[in-house]
C-alpha cells in the first residue's frame, strides 16, 4: 500500500467499540461511505484511482480469453463451477454442500477443487468445513487447479469436478458456472477492486449458466425484485435462483448440539472470521439472541494462541453466567474446543435452502453432468 494511502488509513476512526477492526471491515466503511471524514473522501479517490489500470487488466485478459488468445485447458469430465463477482463472502461453501449432495444423489463420484486461500500450509477453513460436511467427498487444494483436476481423475477416478471459487479462473473449461450475488451487497458497492469489492465488471455474468442471489431474505421485496430484473437485463435467459442461509443447528466442537430456540433471549458474544461479519450478526439477532459484544477477524483468519488468549480475556470481561460465546461452522473447525475460559463455545450452523428456482437449476446441472 502506498504512504498517502497509509497515513490516511491510519487516520481513518472507528464507529463501533466493540469490534476488532480488520482490513475487509475498514475497507467496508471506506467504500460503501459511510465513513464520510475528509481523509475518507480522499482515500475513495486514491482507490479508484488505483481501479484504472487494475480494470483495464482484467478487459484486457477477458477479452484474450475470448479471442482464444489466452489458452484454456479442458479435462475428460464435466466441471461444474461456484463463483462470484466480488471479493468476500457470498454464501459459495453453504451451496458447494448443496451441489454435491445434487451430485451424489445422481450416483457421480464427486470431487472439489479450490485454490486453498488461508490454509498455512494445510487444509483452509472451507475445505474442513466441507470434510466435516461432505465425509465421503475428497478436496483438493493447490494453485495449479487443471493439475488437481488430472489427479482427481486419474487417481480418485472422479467422475464430475465442482471448482470452488473459480468463476475468474478462465484457464480452466467449465461446463457450467453458478455464479452467487449477495441480496445485500450485489455489486461490491459499485466499483472494482481497490475502490469496491468487484472483481470484474458485472457483465460478466453473461459467462454465467446460473446466478443464484444469496442472502434474498435480508432485503426488502422491491429491492429483490429490483435485483433480479437487473441481473435479467444483463445475462437474458440464464436460471435466476434466490437462496437464504438457512440457520440449522448451534454445534458444538465435544458437547451435544443446542437447539437454535435455546439461543432466544440469552445474552450472546459473537465472533468471526468471515467475508460477511455483518450478515452473521443479523443473523444472531434474527434468532432472538441479544448480542452484547461482537469482534471481527479478517476473512480466513488463523486463530493464533494470542488470538485465544484475548478473546478469553474479552469474554472474561463480557460475560456472566448465562452468556454464551457463538461464532461460525468456518471459525469453530480452526478453534477445535468447546469453551473458552469457562464460557461455552458454540457455532452457528447454517445450510442453503432456495426460495425459487431449485428444480430448474438442479434439471440445468443435470443435464450438464451426466453425460448420457
Not at 97 to 115: D, H, N, Q, T
Not at 147 to 173: C, K, N, P, T, Y
Amino acid at each position: 500500500m502506498c504512504p498517502l494511502v497509509c497515513g490516511i488509513v491510519s487516520s481513518v476512526p472507528t464507529n463501533d467499540p466493540r469490534q476488532n477492526l480488520d482490513w475487509s471491515v475498514w475497507h467496508a466503511g471506506i467504500a460503501s461511505g459511510k465513513s464520510s471524514s475528509i481523509n475518507s473522501h480522499l482515500l475513495r479517490m486514491v482507490l479508484w484511482l488505483a481501479s484504472l489500470p487494475y480494470g483495464a487488466v482484467v478487459w484486457l485478459r477477458n477479452l484474450f480469453f475470448t479471442i482464444n488468445l489466452f489458452k484454456i485447458r479442458k479435462v475428460a469430465v464435466p466441471v461444474v463451477c461456484i463463483g462470484n463477482l466480488t471479493a468476500g463472502g457470498t454464501g459459495k461453501t453453504p451451496c458447494v454442500e448443496w451441489l454435491c449432495r445434487v451430485l451424489c444423489s445422481l450416483e457421480l463420484r464427486v470431487a472439489i477443487l479450490s485454490r486453498g486461500y488461508g490454509g498455512a500450509g494445510g487444509a483452509n477453513d472451507e475445505a474442513m468445513v466441507l470434510e466435516d460436511r461432505l465425509p465421503d467427498v475428497p478436496h483438493l487444494q493447490g494453485p495449479d487447479r487443471y493439475l488437481i483436476a488430472q489427479s482427481a481423475i486419474e487417481e480418485l477416478e472422479s467422475e464430475v469436478l465442482v471448482l470452488d471459487d473459480g468463476f475468474q479462473h478462465r484457464q480452466f473449461a467449465r461446463d457450467l458456472d453458478i455464479v452467487l450475488v449477495d441480496a445485500t451487497n450485489p455489486w461490491g458497492h459499485g466499483y472494482l477492486l481497490p475502490r469496491g469489492t468487484l472483481r470484474e465488471p458485472r457483465s460478466g455474468l453473461k459467462r454465467a449458466g446460473a446466478v443464484v442471489i444469496t442472502r434474498a431474505d435480508q432485503i426488502l421485496g422491491e429491492k429483490l425484485t429490483s435485483l433480479r430484473n437487473e441481473i435479467t437485463k444483463i445475462a437474458p435467459g440464464l436460471v435466476l435462483c434466490e437462496a437464504i442461509h438457512q440457520p440449522v443447528e448451534m454445534i458444538s466442537w465435544e458437547s451435544e448440539s443446542m437447539e437454535l430456540e435455546e439461543i432466544k433471549g440469552r445474552k450472546v458474544l459473537a465472533f468471526c472470521g468471515i467475508g460477511n461479519p455483518g450478515s452473521f450478526i443479523k443473523t444472531l439477532e434474527n434468532l432472538g439472541a441479544s448480542v452484547v459484544g461482537s469482534r471481527v477477524f479478517p476473512d480466513h483468519h488463523a486463530y493464533a494462541r494470542k488470538d485465544i488468549a484475548d478473546l478469553i480475556e474479552w469474554a472474561s470481561q463480557l460475560a456472566d453466567g448465562d452468556t454464551l460465546l457463538v461464532t461460525t461452522h468456518k471459525d469453530l473447525v480452526k478453534i477445535r474446543t468447546s469453551s473458552l475460559g469457562g464460557n461455552l463455545l458454540y457455532a452457528l450452523r447454517v445450510e442453503m435452502r432456495f426460495l425459487s428456482g431449485a428444480e430448474q437449476l438442479q434439471a440445468l446441472v443435470r443435464s450438464k453432468t451426466l453425460l448420457v
